[in-house]
T-cell receptor
């Protein structure tokens, strides 16, 4: 099983600041890495797939990068509605795993 | 726009079988992969298993074979059964679609979109 480790666990920033969230895989996942946003009381929403491809309706301030085992989700300029938990996800040999999440808080 | 709607009991006793159904509206169940994912309160996401529209299934080995997945294309719905539940199975359960179809050809992706709204299932005596 591929383990995804996300850091930091919690990120506290002010609106307008840049957020950098990391996801590290225990072995290479190539470019098969997705990111989700989960707001309180809601289902996760796909933000980015294939490392850097924004899903429909994902704002341009969200971008993804990386390859192999190290990946980054960047929010270029935080908006108050970006308050959420962010998860990375991969599938290898038909086995899906998620990272434990990074909680994004607003100062 | 495809939407997923779950149904099933929200309260179970230990040792009972959890049964949930996810109905697909606004699109066909054929050609896609359909997964179940759960989330204990305040915790992260755990993938339970998937079923392809052909009936092929795969489940998370950590569940020790307690998962059974089925699909009824005539009703455009798929189902999860989880046997011998304990308090550790208390969670919000989601269903989600995986895959992409274009011009009649469908492809497996690995990412999930859309998701259902989620159903809280509580296991308590």
């Amino acid at each position: 099983e591929i383990v995804l480790t996300q850091f930091p666990a919690t990120l506290s920033l002010s609106p307008g600041e840049r957020a950098t969230l990391s996801c590290r895989a225990s072995q290479s996942v190539g470019r098969y890495l997705a990111w989700y946003q989960q707001k309180p009381g809601q289902a996760p929403r796909l933000l980015i797939h294939d490392v850097s491809k924004r899903a429909t309706d994902t704002p341009a301030r969200f971008s993804g990068s990386g390859s192999g085992t190290d990946f980054t989700l960047t929010i270029s300029s935080l908006e108050p509605e970006d308050l959420a938990v962010y998860y990375c996800q991969q599938r290898s040999n038909w086995h899906v795993t998620f990272g434990q999440g990074t909680r994004l808080e607003m100062k | 726009q495809v939407q997923l709607h779950q149904s099933g009991p929200g309260l179970l006793k230990p040792s009972e079988t959890l049964s949930l159904t996810c109905t697909v509206s606004g699109g066909s169940i054929s050609g896609y992969y359909w997964s179940w994912i759960r989330q204990p309160a305040g915790k992260g996401l755990e993938w339970l298993g998937l079923i392809y529209s052909s009936g092929m299934t795969n489940s998370n080995p950590s569940l020790g074979g307690r998962v059974t997945l089925s699909l009824d294309s005539s009703k455009n719905e798929f189902s999860l059964k989880l046997t011998s539940v304990t308090a550790a199975d208390t969670a919000v359960y989601f269903c989600a679609r995986e895959g992409y179809c274009n011009d009649g050809t469908c492809y497996s992706t690995y990412w999930f979109d859309p998701w259902s709204q989620g159903t809280l299932v509580t296991v308590s005596s």
